[in-house]
């Protein structure tokens, strides 16, 4: 697929947020993969009408299946849907893509011109672009990026952000809570368990892999009902009794050797890892919740285990996070009225495996899912901080769906 390179610019409303947001939605487009996002930089107006606002700027490269006038309606399309009104030549928005380069090719046409015609010119966008692909070549003027670069384009860059520190969000939802997430140094748990810290809580992640993100407990395989027991006993004790617990972790039976094991294989490690040690430890930190009048606990099941599935995977998935979403619900009757109880139930998440699913499984989540788009890792996250905030204190024993529509209860 050729790579593509987009200018992103801001300079109405909150223009970081935009950004962050703009990046999210392409992650979450199926058949388009994010390959990398420049530092955002904050730029005086280039060729604006008087008194137009300081931009927020960034380049991202990404690989894609559509043709450069499809990309540049998908760009529109989103443009539009962050409100922006064309409202004149280089007026105020709050969201504008360009297309600058895409592979090789030189497009003039009405409505597109590839390379993006100002592109060599503006500060705004070679510095960010040399940032990310400075070998990157203009096919018409013969020149790499770091050699356009170097020729001196106009404008001028104020300041940098780095996309990834996050700003100073107040009031802080969770502040004060302390939370477990098992199975969180990757994934959609390591999604949950970073929004959970960014909203003041002090988390506990916990995975089989090394992480250093924080203060983290590595364990055996949970499949150990001995080493459940002892991430129970460590985790109260770490944190002096948990507010919020996410039973997250499961069995991968999709990647690595795993992918090659036979179908009973893959069904005792789902149910020994998925629904097992969730019951175990659903029960076993539940008890001391409701011992100490308060708590949390959130299951991750998955949507299409109520409408079935075709294939070995949805068989075993079905059977395994049907039986968590139903265990889920009576958890929430015995742990009632202190402690709350939900299952998250994912649909199409564009975590690890989604990244690189083959053209088909794209066109599939275009086609089944209602929006349109993949979920990120973060969509779940959302949900579960406000299930997990005070926001949700009338809530329990819920199944949330978090899957652009795919499934509707
Ligand atoms: P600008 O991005 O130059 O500030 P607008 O986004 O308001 O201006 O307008 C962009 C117009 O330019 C659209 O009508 C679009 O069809 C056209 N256009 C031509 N080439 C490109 C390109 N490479 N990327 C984005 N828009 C383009
Ligand atoms: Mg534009």
């Known amino acids: 697929m050729p790579t593509a390179y987009l200018g992103l610019g801001s300079n109405l409303g909150d223009r970081r947020a935009s950004l962050d947001a703009a990046v999210r939605r392409l992650r979450a487009e199926p058949g388009l993969r994010v390959l990398a996002v420049s530092a955002y930089y904050e730029t005086g107006p280039v060729d604006c ?30 443009e539009h849907q962050f ?17 600058l380069l895409y592979g090789d090719r030189v497009i003039n046409t009405p409505d597109l011109v590839v ?52 700003p100073d969000r107040s009031p802080d939802v969770l502040d004060g809570l302390s939370a477990l997430v098992t199975g969180s140094t990757s994934g959609i748990g390591r ?15 916990h995975g089989r892999r090394d992480f250093r993100d924080g203060v983290s407990i590595l364990s055996d395989d949970l499949s150990d009902p001995v080493a459940c027991d002892r991430l129970v006993d460590e985790a109260w004790a770490m944190s002096g009794g948990l507010d919020v617990v996410v039973l997250n972790a499961g069995a991968d039976t999709l990647t690595g050797d795993a992918a090659r094991w036979s179908f009973d294989q893959k069904l005792d490690a789902l149910l020994a890892v998925d629904l097992k040690a969730t019951m175990r430890l659903g029960r076993n930190l539940g008890a001391r919740m ?11 099941g998955w949507d299409q285990a109520e409408t079935g599935m075709e294939g070995d995977s949805g068989q075993l998935f079905a059977a395994v996070k049907g039986a968590v979403m139903c265990f889920t619900r ?11 109880v939900h299952c998250l139930a994912p649909g199409w998440i564009r975590t690890a495996w989604g990244e690189t699913a083959s053209p088909e499984w ?48």
Do not use: C, M
């Open 362 to 409: 794209q066109e599939r989540v275009r086609r089944e899912t209602p929006l349109g788009v993949w979920g990120l890792p973060e969509d779940v996250a959302a949900a579960a901080v406000w299930l997990a905030s005070p926001a949700a204190a009338f809530l329990t024993g819920q199944t949330i769906r978090v899957n652009g529509g795919a499934v509707r209860g």
């Open 83 to 99: 409100g922006r009104v064309r409202a004149g030549i280089n007026s105020p928005r709050t969201l504008d893509l360009d297309l």
């Open 191 to 205: 999604a949950i368990g970073s929004a959970f810290r960014d909203q003041g809580a002090d988390v506990i992640f």
């Open 290 to 300: 409701k011992e100490r009048g308060r708590g949390v606990i959130l299951t991750v």
């Open 115 to 166: 390379p993006h015609p100002r592109l060599h010119e503006r500060a705004f966008v070679l510095y960010p672009l040399n940032q990310i692909a400075p070998e990157a070549r203009h096919p018409t003027l013969g020149k790499s990026v770091r050699e356009l670069w170097d020729d001196r384009p106009i404008g001028e860059l104020r300041a940098v952000h780095d996309p990834s520190e996050r």
């Open 330 to 340: 009576s958890l929430a009757l015995s742990l009632a009225p202190e402690v709350r």
């Open 49 to 78: 009408p008087p008194d137009s606002g300081d931009y927020f700027n960034a380049v991202s490269a990404v690989e894609t299946d559509r043709d450069p006038h499809d990309l540049l309606k998908l760009l529109q399309h989103i």
